[in-house]
């Protein structure tokens, strides 16, 4: 899988889970191949499994607002799912269902590098934090596998509970600090860590 179009293909003509035999459309993800942030959800749902695009439902209309809100389109991000097709009934997703989507996913991360990947909602946290609670994980730039990561709420948690909404426009509102800082401090290589961190080797007395 050596470019985003190679695994667009490669997913939608995907059968390693049950999922794809439900499924209208595969949806591999869409952007900028160079984002600087890339948002991953959950999964698709009714319009985007019409469509093959993520996020074009009320929950990708939220989202493309949230964009707006920080002077982004969705052209400038990139845009993915835990699982590339829908579940039925949008159902959670299955671990083997996503297990069967990671290398997808992995790859997708790896192509396009970005600078901040924000998880929308909890199974995109458990990717990087599994068994953390996203009502407190929420907000906080952590650091994982030499990734920035940055939790918020899923945009569809809005649309059935609006005392969320202010939450996730204020968490949205962070974005543009968070890529400022990222600029200016590049994560250090883990390696790199480890080797500052070890203690310098001890000397042997001659005497």
Known sequence: MNSLEEIAQLVSSCTQ????????HAVPGEGASDAEVMFIGEGPGVQEDRQG??????????LEDLLASIG???????????????????????PAEIGACSAYLNRQIELIDPALIVTLGRFSLARFFPGESISRA????????????????????????????????EDFRRIPEILAQSRQQPLVPEAAQEEDQAPPPEQLSLF
Do not use: W
């Open 53 to 62: 695009r993520p996020f074009v439902g009320p929950a990708g209309r939220f």
């Open 72 to 94: 982004l389109t969705r052209r400038q991000v990139y845009i993915a799912n835990m699982v590339k097709c829908r579940p039925p009934q949008n159902r959670d997703p299955l």
């Open 17 to 24: 889970c049950d999922l794809h035999r439900g499924r209208t």
């Open 138 to 169: 929420r907000g906080r730039v952590r650091e994982k596998d030499g990734r920035r990561i940055y939790p918020i709420m899923h945009p569809a948690a809005a649309l059935y509970r609006q005392e969320m909404r202010s939450s996730i426009e």
